[in-house]
């Protein structure tokens, strides 16, 4: 299992996103992005500090 805070990229939020690897945790976090945070689109930029938090549990 692995696991991404919202916070640990820099958003006031205190959403935990998990999922079985990472493609599920970026697929999860992209949602979560336009839903809450109204984020259309990640940069490359914020995907690689996406990539660079995602912690196993």
């Known amino acids: 299992m692995k696991e991404l805070r919202c916070a640990d990229v820099g958003f006031e939020c205190s959403e935990?996103?998990?999922?079985?690897?990472?493609q599920e945790i970026l697929?999860?976090?992209?949602e979560h992005a336009r839903e809450i945070h109204g984020i259309m689109e990640i940069d490359e930029e914020t995907g690689q500090k996406v990539r660079s938090q995602i912690q196993d549990v």
Do not use: L
Request: charged share 45%; no cysteine.
């Open 27 to 30: 697929r999860k976090v992209a």
């Open 16 to 22: 935990v996103i998990q999922g079985e690897d990472e």
